[in-house]
């Protein structure tokens, strides 16, 4: 591990322009911090400082947890609230796979056995998504990445870091329940369980699908890979991550997420409580 310097500065995540010329460096200012923060510079020499996000940069958020632990049902409820843009790995490949490509077809291989999908094809996707202006803009929602020590250290190499890492726990026995009743309304996104959130009307319940990999023995596959991924990104992000119920209702589940990212905001922006001022 390399020198752990505290460094009392603010930092500034440079535009995507300057990123793409000086890969791997942060710039640091010197303004008094408002809340610190541990992060990882650069992708070989991971020497943590302790600095302060400046405040006028757009919220950055981490959404993590087991397959079907609750994220994209929370997402939804998240980006409602507060205008992020959602970007969500496993729809990124889904989008893929609906085009026939090979590249999707390549994906499909792996999804279908729980394993993850290779670097070289995740990496590029979510990058390129994140470097869109929107999420620029109005700040990023990523969910189901990182999933792997090399993914994390990918994004920490284009200078993408979250301001919290919200990681939602949940039982096992829990989470293949939610799997096997797990149905999606291809009209509207919406998430649905035939059993603790049903659709609304039979014309909804009729048009629902469900995933090719949510079955209970490919969830039990895709666990496997979880549990052999997730303490190695844990431990990039241990500063910053904010644990999350997510046994209780959806409900309950956001109450805890709304009150962690409310309490960020304030720390940011005392005077404003916005976002951004
Ligand atoms: N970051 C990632 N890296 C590699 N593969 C991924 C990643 N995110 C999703 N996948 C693939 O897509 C599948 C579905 O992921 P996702 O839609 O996030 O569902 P869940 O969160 O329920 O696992 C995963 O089982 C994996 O095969």
């Given at each position: 591990?390399?020198?752990?310097?505290?460094?009392?500065?603010?930092?500034?995540?440079?535009?995507?322009?300057?990123?793409?010329?000086?890969?791997?460096?942060?710039?640091?200012?010197?303004?008094?911090?408002?809340?610190?923060?541990?992060?990882?510079?650069?992708?070989?020499?991971?020497?943590?400082?302790?600095?302060?996000?400046?405040?006028?940069?757009?919220?950055?958020?981490?959404?993590?947890?087991?397959?079907a632990s609750g994220k994209g049902t929370q997402?939804q409820l998240?980006?409602?609230?507060?205008?992020?843009?959602?970007?969500?790995?496993?729809?990124?490949?889904?989008?893929?796979?609906?085009?026939?490509?090979?590249?999707?077809?390549?994906?499909?291989?792996?999804?279908?056995?729980?394993?993850?999908?290779?670097?070289?094809?995740?990496?590029?996707?979510?990058?390129?998504?994140?470097?869109?202006?929107?999420?620029?803009?109005?700040?990023?929602?990523?969910?189901?990445?990182?999933?792997?020590?090399?993914?994390?250290?990918?994004?920490?190499?284009?200078?993408?870091?979250?301001?919290?890492?919200?990681?939602l726990?949940v039982s096992?026995h829990v989470l293949v329940d939610r799997v096997v009743g797990r149905r999606l309304d291809?009209?509207?996104?919406n998430i649905y369980h035939l059993k603790y959130s049903p659709p609304e009307?039979?014309?909804i319940a009729?048009?629902l699908?469900q995933?090719?990999?949510d079955?209970?023995?490919?969830?039990?596959?895709?666990?496997?890979?979880?549990?052999?991924?997730?303490?190695?990104?844990?431990?990039?992000?241990?500063?910053?991550?904010?644990?999350?119920?997510g046994n209780l209702s959806k409900d309950q589940v956001f109450?805890?997420?709304?009150?962690?990212?409310?309490?960020?905001?304030?720390?940011?922006?005392?005077?404003?409580?916005?976002?951004?001022?």
């Amino acid at each position: 591990m390399g020198l752990t310097a505290v460094v009392n500065t603010s930092i500034w995540f440079p535009s995507p322009s300057e990123s793409r010329h000086r890969p791997n460096r942060i710039f640091c200012g010197s303004n008094s911090p408002s809340s610190l923060v541990r992060i990882f510079c650069g992708s070989n020499s991971p020497s943590s400082l302790s600095v302060s996000s400046k405040s006028n940069e757009a919220l950055n958020v981490m959404i993590s947890g087991a397959p079907a632990s609750g994220k994209g049902t929370q997402c939804q409820l998240i980006t409602a609230k507060y205008g992020l843009v959602h970007i969500a790995a496993g729809d990124l490949l889904r989008a893929e796979i609906a085009t026939a490509s090979p590249i999707g077809n390549r994906a499909k291989q792996y999804m279908e056995k729980g394993l993850l999908v290779p670097d070289e094809i995740v990496v590029e996707m979510v990058k390129e998504r994140l470097l869109k202006p929107d999420s620029q803009q109005h700040g990023w929602l990523l969910d189901g990445y990182p999933r792997s020590l090399s993914q994390a250290t990918a994004l920490n190499s284009f200078s993408f870091r979250p301001h919290i890492f919200l990681l939602l726990d949940v039982s096992e026995h829990v989470l293949v329940d939610r799997v096997v009743g797990r149905r999606l309304d291809p009209l509207t996104g919406n998430i649905y369980h035939l059993k603790y959130s049903p659709p609304e009307t039979q014309e909804i319940a009729a048009r629902l699908t469900q995933r090719f990999d949510d079955s209970e023995e490919k969830v039990k596959l895709r666990l496997k890979t979880h549990h052999q991924n997730v303490d190695s990104v844990l431990s990039i992000y241990k500063d910053i991550t904010v644990k999350i119920n997510g046994n209780l209702s959806k409900d309950q589940v956001f109450a805890q997420i709304d009150t962690a990212l409310t309490t960020l905001i304030h720390q940011r922006n005392p005077a404003s409580g916005s976002l951004t001022p």
